[in-house]
């Protein structure tokens, strides 16, 4: 039996995949098998993973498309190692990941049931050196986040000031994945934070506070989908997100923030302004919520410099 199995769900990115699997391929800790999951590919997918010659590397398939939770799930489901470690097929580990998640876990007690890493992000095209310092900034988490723990982090996770990037960078025991019954097939989006929740509550997290994981940025939903998303995940979490509102988070500013910065993308900026909250804007926001609106439509340039200043003024008030 292996000791870690690794999960890559994937739909039509049979370019993309060889990436992800020979960075998995390439660890220096080798004790693991690779499960593959189709998710109802029409094109090249199963001939990609099928050609590998390495008996670790397994091809499962959904006869149609069922969604990124499915396929993880089915890989928990077919995991056969102690641990089963997530990489979205987009995304690569650099060599070291598996052998560091391990050997921080090692010797810790059985309260300790899942480790990340830190991680970097490329975002291709025009600009993406912009939006690579912007996305730098929201994957570096608050000085004052604690970064290890159980329940202590849900707070931060809710409030969106930890940033695991859980669907690439997360090992954790198999039995607990199968305990918490995976993935939630009814969500849309925030599957990942909403997996770190229900693993919190059943263990301690631990951290490597090295960067294993590349994610390659590959886009984000329009902002009415985004906000029914949010909604919905509130929604199912209400009692968490009123005890860490209770312990001073602003979970919901968090989440309107995410939503004002998607506002503006779009050239919507007196909607995206709207959703600014002097509480969840300070000057670590700023240079994103920038980018975004300098992303926006042609007709929105000059409420753009607007919003921009608005943004300023709520990360000095809110200092």
Same mark, same amino acid.
């Given at each position: 039996?292996?000791?870690?199995?690794?999960?890559?769900?994937?739909?039509?990115?049979?370019?993309?995949?060889?990436?992800?699997?020979?960075?998995?391929?390439?660890?220096?800790?080798?004790?693991?098998?690779?499960?593959?999951?189709?998710?109802?590919?029409?094109?090249?997918?199963?001939?990609? /993973?099928?050609?590998?010659?390495?008996?670790?590397?397994?091809?499962?398939?959904?006869?149609?498309?069922?969604?990124?939770? #499915?396929?993880?799930?089915?890989?928990?489901?077919?995991?056969?190692?102690?641990?089963?470690?997530?990489?979205?097929?987009?995304?690569?580990?650099?060599?070291?990941?598996?052998?560091?998640?391990?050997?921080?876990?090692?010797?810790?007690?059985?309260?300790?049931?899942? /480790?990340?890493?830190?991680?970097?992000?490329?975002? #291709?095209?025009?600009?993406?050196?912009?939006?690579?310092?912007?996305?730098?900034?929201?994957?570096?988490?608050?000085?004052?986040? #604690?970064?290890?723990?159980?329940?202590?982090?849900?707070?931060?996770?809710?409030?969106?000031?930890?940033?695991?990037?859980?669907?690439?960078?997360l090992l954790v025991e198999t039995e607990v994945a199968r305990r918490i019954d995976g993935f939630d097939?009814?969500?849309?989006?925030?599957?990942?934070?909403?997996?770190?929740?229900?693993?919190?509550?059943?263990?301690?997290?631990?951290?490597?506070?090295?960067?294993?994981?590349?994610?390659?940025?590959?886009?984000?939903?329009?902002?009415?989908?985004?906000?029914?998303?949010?909604?919905?995940?509130?929604?199912?979490?209400?009692?968490?997100?009123?005890?860490?509102?209770?312990?001073?988070?602003?979970?919901?500013?968090?989440?309107?923030? /995410?939503?004002?910065?998607?506002?503006?993308?779009?050239?919507?900026?007196?909607?995206?302004?709207?959703?600014?909250?002097?509480?969840?804007?300070?000057?670590?926001?700023?240079?994103?919520?920038?980018?975004?609106?300098?992303?926006?439509?042609?007709?929105?340039?000059?409420?753009?410099?607007?919003?921009?200043?608005?943004?300023?003024?709520?990360?000095?008030r809110s200092r």
């Amino acid at each position: 039996m292996p000791t870690v199995s690794v999960v890559i769900p994937t739909y039509n990115r049979a370019e993309l995949l060889t990436r992800a699997i020979d960075s998995v391929l390439a660890q220096t800790y080798d004790d693991f098998e690779l499960l593959v999951v189709d998710d109802g590919s029409t094109d090249d997918t199963e001939e990609v /993973v099928t050609g590998y010659d390495d008996e670790r590397v397994r091809y499962l398939a959904h006869d149609t498309n069922r969604g990124a939770n #499915p396929a993880r799930n089915t890989g928990i489901e077919a995991a056969e190692g102690e641990y089963v470690a997530f990489l979205d097929s987009d995304d690569e580990w650099r060599p070291r990941k598996l052998d560091a998640q391990l050997d921080r876990l090692d010797g810790t007690d059985d309260d300790w049931v899942a /480790v990340y890493t830190d991680y970097d992000v490329t975002v #291709p095209g025009a600009g993406g050196l912009v939006r690579e310092t912007a996305a730098d900034l929201l994957a570096t988490d608050d000085e004052e986040t #604690p970064v290890e723990g159980g329940e202590e982090l849900v707070g931060p996770t809710l409030a969106d000031t930890l940033h695991t990037g859980a669907g690439s960078t997360l090992l954790v025991e198999t039995e607990v994945a199968r305990r918490i019954d995976g993935f939630d097939e009814e969500l849309d989006w925030f599957q990942d934070p909403d997996f770190l929740l229900r693993v919190l509550l059943e263990g301690q997290l631990a951290h490597v506070p090295e960067p294993l994981v590349v994610r390659h940025y590959s886009g984000s939903p329009d902002a009415e989908t985004a906000h029914a998303a949010g909604e919905e995940f509130l929604a199912k979490h209400d009692e968490l997100v009123r005890r860490a509102e209770r312990d001073g988070y602003d979970v919901r500013g968090a989440h309107d923030l /995410v939503l004002a910065k998607y506002y503006l993308r779009e050239g919507r900026f007196l909607r995206g302004v709207a959703n600014l909250r002097p509480s969840s804007v300070g000057p670590r926001q700023v240079p994103s919520l920038a980018w975004f609106a300098a992303t926006g439509s042609r007709r929105g340039r000059t409420l753009a410099v607007a919003a921009f200043v608005a943004m300023l003024l709520f990360a000095r008030r809110s200092r």
